[in-house]
Nanobody, 122 residues
Framework: QLQLVESGGGLVQPGGSLRLSCAAS????????IGWFRQAPGKQREGILC????????YYADSVEDRFTISRDIAKNTVYLQMNNLKPEDTATYFC???????????????WGQGTQVTVSS
């Protein structure tokens, strides 16, 4: 059974960078897509990026397309979310989620991590 654990969140100033990690266990990421979602207080959880089992990536949030990238290390069974030029509106709890295919729809994903908090503030 696939299990996911996020890490790397924290407090960062506007314009700064963070790299989030999503460590998978139980099953290899060769066969699973991993999506990154975020949820700000009072807002719905939104899909931002996904990497497919074959390694292709897809963006689901226009606001991050030129600032965030997704990658993975199969040997470490880990997916990364590199976030650059962070803005206060990026403040949210970030979750990774796994399933067979990529989607920006959270209902597609059956396995979720516990989330990691990212706060962008001066």
């Amino acid at each position: 059974q696939l299990q996911l654990v996020e890490s790397g969140g924290g407090l960062v100033q506007p314009g700064g960078s963070l790299r989030l990690s999503c460590a998978a266990s139980g099953l290899t990421l060769r066969y699973y897509a991993i999506g990154w979602f975020r949820q700000a207080p009072g807002k719905q959880r939104e899909g931002i990026l996904c990497i497919s089992a074959s390694g292709g990536s897809a963006y689901y949030a226009d606001s991050v397309e030129d600032r965030f990238t997704i990658s993975r290390d199969i040997a470490k069974n880990t997916v990364y979310l590199q976030m650059n030029n962070l803005k206060p509106e990026d403040t949210a709890t970030y979750f990774c989620a796994g399933d067979l295919y990529c989607s920006g729809d959270r209902e597609v994903f059956g396995t979720w991590g516990q989330g990691t908090q990212v706060t962008v503030s001066s």
